[in-house]
């Protein structure tokens, strides 16, 4: 027999035709992998779902009934879905810390209205407009306030009126409440009644996130190609290094870009940003922006996810963050700044036409290798993001096309049709692949892969192929540099 049959015995003699199908050559090109983005966050327990369990959420409503209306992931998917509703999102939520405290800060009211207007305030980039008459006490514009604070049950806090003092309570335990913004007159022509000055206290207080070791243990072997990571606390993220280490290492290959957000000042988000060494993570710096930083994650993640899916070696440069609100003009970092954090691992926005924020430059935090020494090469996400690609792509077409084959020598005489594979195959396999990857822009400098390429026996184990391959990744077009000689 000469042919590698899988299903038809050499022995049959029942008469008549055996025809056993066989898809290892049905597919042709690169394929194109299902894309799932993986959010982290924390539920109140007004929620229909458990901490610690894996779920698809399709819209914000759903997420609201899953979580608790008012819910860090609520508030989360409310902005990831008005972002993009097409990726796959996935949640694994998780309970408050119950040795956590929750983060307060306030609003105190003095004086009274000597004129009809109102009141703006904003609570995590939630704008929260009260009325006020003439003669208005700030005691009572104070009650008005908090009855339509705890009349909004999306709002990530609750408020209590005491003399004139405006308390804000965030609705979860933990430090992410400290990044719950107040502020007052956000948008131009927004001001404060006649009559009434507003003194605001920050949200202070919180402390003690959940344990991400939770959702990392509810993971599994699933893969999800991104994460949205909203704690920055050094245990959560020593953690979650380790497990986004093992799953790109090569037993697992289920390898996951992680996205993140700081709010904060210039040097608290720089240092931020010098403390971390990690390529598969990505921290967008906000700065003094008015939403909180678990939002900012939400919608850069989200992005990103989307756009790397389409094409992961396509720069994320100028992409907007639909729904972001902009840091005030005061507040926007300069050029200068944003190089400057660009040199510390943080990612970095601009401001576009019509208060549009962009993502700017999509960084990793890795800045340095194992010996303390500078190391560009996992500079920019699009890096792993391609490399993952590019491993994807070989594993399925090897896994594909010789599932069940035997190994022999180049060279080895076996008749056509036989179930055999030799070092020469795989290497023409490889190449052809390369041509794919190049068309598609993912990879360039054929003839260079060509001429490195190792294929071989492995000399102790003869069952085993190994091979060195040296894929040019494409680059991004980050800089365009020019210089004008002009003649009078």
């Known amino acids: 027999m000469s042919i590698s049959f899988n299903d038809i015995p050499n022995t049959v003699r029942v008469p008549l ?20 983005l993986l959010v982290f966050g924390q539920r109140l327990s007004t929620g229909t779902v458990a901490a610690g369990e894996p779920v698809r ?27 993009n509703d097409q990726l796959e999102t ?22 009274t209205a000597s004129a009809a207007g109102t009141l703006s305030l904003m609570i995590g980039g939630e704008r929260v407009q009260v009325g006020v008459a003439a003669g208005d006490a700030a005691a009572a514009v104070v009650t008005k306030a908090a009855g339509l604070i705890n009349g909004n049950s999306r709002l990530l806090v609750t408020a209590a009126a005491t003399d004139g003092e405006l308390k804000i309570t965030s609705r979860h335990k933990g430090e992410i409440g400290n990044d719950i913004d107040l502020r007052v007159n956000y948008y131009p022509g927004e001001a404060t009644p006649a009559g009434l000055t507003v003194a605001v206290t920050a949200m202070t207080g919180g402390s003690a996130n959940p344990d991400i ?32 280490m093992d799953r790109w290492g090569p037993d697992r290959m289920i390898d996951s870009v992680t996205y993140s957000a700081i709010r904060g000042s210039h040097a608290e988000i720089g240092t931020f940003g010098n403390s971390q060494n990690q390529f598969l993570l990505s921290c967008m710096g906000a700065g003094r922006a008015p939403q909180p930083g678990f939002v900012w994650a939400a919608v850069y ?18 992409l907007p963050l639909p729904g972001i609100l902009p840091p005030a003009i005061k ?16 990612a970095t926005h601009n401001v576009g036409a019509g208060d549009v924020v962009q993502i700017e430059r999509e960084i990793s935090t890795y800045q340095e290798n194992q010996f303390g020494d500078p190391d560009p090469s996992y500079l920019d996400i699009t890096t792993p993001a391609t490399l993952s690609y590019i491993r994807y792509a070989t594993r399925t077409r090897i896994t594909q096309k010789f599932p069940r084959h035997k190994l022999a020598n180049d060279g080895a005489r076996f008749n056509p049709g036989q179930a055999i594979v030799t070092p020469g195959i795989i290497r023409a396999e490889l190449l052809a692949l390369f041509t794919e990857l190049e068309a598609k822009g993912l990879v360039e400098n054929f003839e260079q892969y060509k001429a490195s390429l190792v294929v071989e026996r492995n000399a102790d184990d ?3 192929l190994d091979v060195l391959a040296h894929p040019d990744i494409v680059n991004q077009l980050r800089v365009f540099a020019a210089k004008l000689q002009f003649i009078l």
């Open 331 to 346: 507040d926007r970092w300069t050029r200068t700044e944003r190089e400057l954090l660009l040199h510390d691992g943080i």
């Open 57 to 83: 959420i399709t819209s914000p409503g759903q997420a609201e009934q899953a979580f608790g209306a008012g819910s860090m992931l609520a508030a989360m998917f409310r902005h990831l879905k008005q972002a």
């Open 301 to 318: 993640g989200v992005m990103a996810a989307a756009s790397l899916a389409i094409d992961p070696a396509r720069p994320l440069q100028t």
């Open 90 to 111: 996935w949640v694994i939520a998780l309970d408050d810390n119950s040795q956590g405290n929750a983060a307060a800060g306030n609003f105190a009211l003095t004086g």
């Open 17 to 36: 035709a055996y025809i056993e199908i066989d898809n290892s050559g049905a597919i042709s090109g690169t394929p194109a992998p299902m894309h799932r």
């Open 462 to 464: 003869r069952n085993r």
């Open 213 to 244: 070791g939770v959702a990392l243990a509810a993971m599994g072997d699933e893969w999800y190609q991104s994460l949205v990571m909203p704690y920055l606390d050094t245990a959560n993220l020593n953690a979650l290094s380790i497990e986004l």
